[in-house]
């Protein structure tokens, strides 16, 4: 059990945006968000999963909708509050904890606008190790484990409990209801009690965030090489050094699709990477062949500072560095791969673990 | 500053959908508090108000009814989507409200005692030109409009209008693009001073290198990014000083008749090759990531600065030196052309088609070209731009629009 207060919220941004692997939307103004209510309302404390009692009810708590919407409608911060009292009134109990659905994005810090205002821990642990675009793109829906019943407000005082056949109809109804409100939602989900929750979340991932932004802040302060530090903390490798020379995007099943291409520099000279995305980075490749793919998380640095660059942020003549760290080993079984592995993204290929595929290249 | 907030009900929906009507009371109430604090600027932000300024409009002249002196600024004026950022940069235009007046005044005084009796135009930072009485309410319109005259002067100098402008002056070199002979726009968040706005602003990269830059003369000699400034005159070996500086390499390798050359004639001819590469190979670095797309493209070079570039750029097709180089930033202020602009999310359905969307927007642009004093004959579309929103199944697109055409010096401009 420890606090958390404004200055750890900095580093949790920090790191949240390299798990966001592209995506999962800019978490400075969750971070921004967060810190006032801690300024508001005081420091939250974090648990330990093994901390949490079997017995005990947790509501993991988020943000849904577009990113370039949520920049200019920021939540006034009782939404979160109101989605998660309406599925407690729903299920007829109190909340013991919240916690995070994605460590990757904003949604690493979405929690802690709702724990300052309850007065209620966060567990320290998040449903995707990363950010995904989707609901039931998280670990509980290998295990069987609903997403709903779950609940949604908006800013104007809309809310709606929603009950769903599975995880995949949870998001799309979640998803029509997003749209309704203004395209910014805020949800509560995935309720499960603390027994369930040691086998189907990912332990530690906010303190792993924290830790990841704390290096890179700190890396940058002593003039060190960021890239370097960040591969060696994610058991990363570095797949691709180079300049973007085409950002090709498209609007598919509303989602931003981009294909973006990559020409080698220095070590890499001669050679082009493809980039595959959708709100976040799919698949990496050279002349066809795969070097990373989801679930693995794909990241691409600013080749100079070691920041994370978005994949709205991505044009011509940035100088990036491609790396590929491994996801969570869930994620890599028949069940996990079939929710987010490269077919469930349309993709016409097996996944194969980012740490066999580098060993391929190095051999 | 103070710390004077009021959170009232309105905003809209990134459809154009209303969140709130507006609550006038409410606002009348703040108006009062307003009025009671003493403020003398205010400003004015609303939810999506790129899209519907509408309630932004309202809010101002209720404001104005019970603070009647008070100057307003309203963010959609000011910055674009992205309500934090629009936000700042709204205060950032609020606060600089009197100083600008302060200066227009003290301007048209300095006119008046020289005897000129002419219109007054100020440049700003999109390389158009604006009236005194618009600076007043746009200050922030006029920053970096400095990077932005160079560019619209080169520009005219050079006759070309797609292409990179470096601009070196004494202490840096800029880097901008001119696109259909304005300057492109920074697309991502500016930072002024550690706070983050979206107001329009010309995309310049920065380098450490200029006329005056002082050189480390090792084996590798390093140019940059200190440098003597306006010192050089005084301070570089060709003028007599001591200090080695990027000029006293120019002159060296013989590529400018400045000073003394007598000064350097001792300096080891590799190194300063070796020295005057490297400016160039930084130059080229520049101008490669300011590009768009891949291909080669005529650079342009301006400022007293660029004499320490040599004519083989790599990534450009051709290096221009217009003639009067030097003063190129008067220049580009004396263009006299204006302009309009519009920003706005569109949700293309049955009732809307994409191009009926585009068309709106370059309608709405020009009128705003119009409205800003150009002949309605000359205005033309510049830059269109398309961005499709993520997670809306609604195929919702921002398009961003701007128009310019030549000043109508017969027609007093509507601010």
Known sequence: MREIGEHQLEDIALGAGVLGTGGGGDPYIGKLLAQQSVRRYGPVTVVDLDEVPDDALVISSAMMGAPTVMVEKLPRGDEVVRAFERLQHHLGREATHTMSIEIGGLNSVVPFCLATRLGLPVVDADLMGRAFPELQMCIPTIYGIDCAPMAIADDKGNSSVIEAADNRWAERLARSHTIDMGCAALIALYPMAGARLRECTIAGSLTAAEELGRLIRETREGHGDPIAAILERCRGHRLFGGKVTDVDRRTERGFARAHVRIDGLDDDAGRALDLETQNEHLVASVDGQVLASVPDLIVVLDSETGQAITTEELRYGFRVTVAAMPCDARWRTDRGLEIVGPRPFGYDFDYVPIEQLAEALAG | ?415
């Open chain 2, 1 to 415: 500053m103070g710390d004077h907030v009021h959170l009232c009900h309105g905003g809209h929906e990134f459809d154009g959908r209303a969140i709130a009507p507006l609550d006038r009371d409410e606002l009348r109430r703040a108006a009062e508090a307003i009025a009671a604090a003493g403020l003398r600027t205010a400003a004015i932000s609303s939810v999506f108000s790129p899209i519907n300024d509408e309630l932004e409009r309202e809010a101002g002249e209720i404001v104005r009814e019970t603070v009647p002196d008070i100057a307003i600024s309203r963010s959609a004026e000011i910055g674009r989507l992205g309500l934090l950022e629009r936000e700042n940069a709204t205060i950032i235009n609020a606060s600089l409200a009197e100083l600008a007046v302060h200066i227009t005044t003290a301007f048209r005084a300095a006119l008046e005692q020289m005897g000129i009796d002419a219109p007054v135009y100020l440049s700003q930072n999109d390389g158009t030109l604006m009236t005194a009485e618009y600076v007043e309410r746009y200050p922030v319109a006029t920053f970096a409009s400095g990077p932005t005259n160079s560019m619209r002067g080169a520009a005219l100098l050079s006759g070309e209008s797609d292409c990179a402008v470096v601009d070196i002056g004494g202490t840096t070199a800029d880097v901008g693009m001119l696109v259909g002979g304005f300057p492109r726009e920074a697309k991502a968040t500016v930072e002024i001073g550690g706070v983050r706005t979206n107001f329009r602003m010309p995309d310049v990269l920065p380098l450490g290198i200029g006329g005056g830059s002082i050189v480390a003369w090792q084996d590798v000699p390093e140019v940059g990014p200190q440098s003597v400034g306006y010192e050089l005159t005084s301070r570089a070996r060709v003028f007599g000083g001591d200090v080695l500086t990027a000029t006293d390499l120019a002159v060296a390798a013989g590529w400018a008749q400045i000073g003394d050359p007598r000064a350097v004639s001792e300096l080891d001819p590799g190194r300063v090759d070796a020295a005057l590469q490297r400016i160039t190979a930084r130059i080229a670095e520049a101008v490669d990531r300011m590009k768009v797309a891949a291909g080669d493209v005529p650079v342009v070079m301006v400022g007293g600065g660029s004499i320490l570039v040599g004519d083989d750029v790599p990534g450009a097709s051709r290096v221009v030196r217009p003639d009067h180089f030097a003063v190129a930033n008067a220049i580009g202020a004396a263009i006299a052309q204006v302009g309009g602009e519009i920003d706005q999310m569109f949700s293309i359905g049955p009732n809307l088609s994409r191009e009926q969307a585009l068309e709106r927007a370059r309608e709405q642009a020009a009128e705003r070209a119009r409205a800003a004093g150009a002949t309605p004959d000359s205005i033309r579309i510049v830059d269109v731009e398309e961005l499709a929103l993520a997670y809306v199944p609604g195929n919702a697109v921002r398009i961003k629009v701007k128009a310019v055409g030549d000043l109508d010096m017969r027609r007093t401009p509507v601010a």
